[in-house]
């Protein structure tokens, strides 16, 4: 049975620290396009898979927001999940958690795009119907102390050719 949260633990490194001695924040950002990479080639769209279609995914827009700061040693947790699926893009949200304390809450909106032109396509059904949506106000988040998310909305330019 698919999951519809997908739960990554990171522990942070050295190279992850920076100046002010804590995590830098490119390594949100990495974690999460990391997290997101591997839920969904644990449903079986890895890159490989997506680009042997001829289609692959790209990112529009990040948002993070940073609640707490995680240090060197921090046993982590990155979760995301789908919260929305249009005709041409995906709403993904994050969440980094350390020993259940929220540290950061992010946002990715993703565009399905032609391989070779470079131009986004509609989502397939298929595909679709492999991420089981989570609202952000579902039960699953809650259990896991995730109660907020980051302000972000998609970009009316696309939501609106989506529909």
Partial sequence: MQESVFSMPVVVGESSIDLLGHVNNREYMRWMEAAATA???????????????????????????????????????????????????????????RNGELLTVGATEWVLVDYERRTPVQIPEEMRASFRLVAPDAEVLRDMGIRRMVRFAPSPGLAAASK
């Fill in 39 to 97: 839920h969904a080639a644990s449903l079986g769209w890895s890159f490989d898979a997506l680009r042997s279609a001829g289609r692959v995914w790209v990112v529009r827009q990040h948002w993070i927001e940073y609640l707490r700061s995680a240090r060197l040693g921090d046993e982590l947790v990155v979760a995301t999940w789908v919260e929305s699926v249009r005709r041409l893009s995906s709403l993904r949200r994050y969440a980094v958690l």
